[in-house]
Structure formats: C-alpha cells, structure tokens
C-alpha cells in the first residue's frame, strides 16, 4: 500500500515541519501499544521525533551505514544494519574491481562507525525489541533505495510484525522498490523524478550529535507525559 500527497512542488521548513507532515499522514496509528518509530541518525531523528511524539510511540535509532565503493562514494557496494545485517552487493564488486582488502577495510570502518553511533545515541541503553511490533522507518529524505532496503530487511530478520516507511518523499524507482519489500509506503510528497531531496526543504541544516540526543530525550519525555 501507497500514500501520500501531491504537492511535491511545495517545500517543507525544515526536518520536524516534515515530521509533523507524516505524522498527520499515520494518524492512525496513534495511541497503539504495539506501534515503534525508528529512524537512522543524525537527520531522519529530527523528522522521527515528531512522528513518535504525535503518534506518542517510543523512538530508537536504527543505523544503516552505505559500504562506498572506493573512488566511486557515490556507489554503495554493501550496506550493515542495526542488528548485525551486512550485505556485501558482488555485482558492483565486480564491476568497480574492488579488492577484497578494500572491501574489507571500507566495511571494518562502516562498522565502527555504526557501533560509534549506536554507543552514543543510546548511551548504553539497549536496543528496543521490535519482535510483534508495528515499527515505521522514518527518513529524512531517499535518494537511492538501498539503505531503506537493507533496514527493512535487517528488521524483518528481527521479527517485526508489520513494516511502514514514512519519507518526505523518494523517487519513483525507489518508492516502487521500498514498496515491494513494505507492508505500507508513505511519502508526504508524490514520488517523482527528482534525485535529489534537498531541494524540498527551505532549511537541511546539518543535525548535530548533541541534537540527536536531546530530540531522542524530548520525544521519551513527551511520551511519558501523555501516558
């Protein structure tokens, strides 16, 4: 299933103007106690913060890290996963004739990073259980499909009960792709030809890591004051 709306000329403010966009679009979702946002950091947290306070769900971090292709970063020749997932894409390997020593260079600093981020989002906290849940992926923005696919992927393996991609929007080979693996897509602008998302936003300031952890801190405390 596929929702959203039509006027993807228009822009959006910023990242949380965008949030409270998707969240009018996953109202109903509100208020249900199996219901999870999930994000990866920094940007898709601003956009997820305002989800998960709307819809008064817990929010978490789920990081994906793009395995770049040396001399090629705009190629990702893999992609890791929050919960261990690693994909490794040999068709691109062979193509861009990646050595198995840069593959696995690129791919033992994707996951120091990935663990970096984790570390420090959560401090210390666990991972939240998505077994039985309704979990909805937030982004900021896709240009390429192929993280949302390798989250998607990592949380089905993870025993997620119902998956729900939340964007500002993406193109239209990337929403039919996310769209094939999603119970439900949902995009706050129609997908289209577009392969860049930047231009939608009047404001794409960079997210700080200290922003992420006072959004994180701000969505659980407005929670908790609903409940």
């Given at each position: ?6 006027d993807?000329a228009?822009?959006f403010?910023?990242?949380r ?13 509100a208020?249900?106690?199996n ?6 950091p920094?940007g898709g ?19 994906v ?16 996963a929050?919960?261990?997932m690693?994909?490794?894409y040999?068709t691109?390997v062979?193509l861009?004739r ?5 593959l696995e260079?690129?791919?033992?600093s994707?996951q120091?990073?990935l663990a970096?981020?984790?570390s ?7 991972a ?5 849940l ?13 993280t ?12 997620t009960?119902r998956l ?12 039919e792709?996310?769209?094939?693996q ?7 602008a129609?997908?289209?030809?577009a392969r ?7 404001d794409?300031s960079?997210t ?7 959004l994180?801190a701000y969505?659980?405390?407005a ?5």
């Amino acid at each position: 299933m596929e929702r959203g709306r039509s006027d993807n000329a228009a822009a959006f403010r910023d990242r949380r103007h965008v949030g409270r966009v998707l969240a009018d679009l996953l109202a109903g979702y509100a208020d249900q106690p199996n219901v999870l946002v999930l994000a990866p950091p920094p940007g898709g947290i601003a956009v997820a913060c305002e989800v998960a306070r709307t819809l008064r769900a817990p929010l978490d971090v789920f990081v994906v890290r793009k395995l770049a292709a040396p001399g090629h970063e705009d190629c990702a020749m893999g992609a890791l996963a929050s919960g261990g997932m690693h994909v490794v894409y040999d068709t691109v390997v062979r193509l861009l004739r990646v050595s198995d020593d840069d593959l696995e260079a690129v791919t033992r600093s994707e996951q120091r990073e990935l663990a970096r981020r984790e570390s420090l989002y959560r401090a210390g906290r666990p991972a939240l259980d998505v077994r039985g849940l309704t979990v909805i992926l937030v982004d900021d923005g896709v240009t390429a499909s192929s993280t949302v696919l390798i989250a998607l992927k990592a949380l089905r393996a993870q025993g997620t009960r119902r998956l729900v991609v939340a964007l500002p929007t993406a193109t239209a080979e990337g929403c039919e792709e996310i769209r094939h693996q999603a119970d439900e897509v949902i995009c706050a602008a129609q997908p289209g030809a577009a392969r860049a998302f930047g231009p939608l936003y009047n404001d794409l300031s960079e997210t700080t890591d200290d922003e992420v952890l006072e959004l994180l801190a701000y969505a659980e405390e407005a929670r908790h004051a609903t409940h």
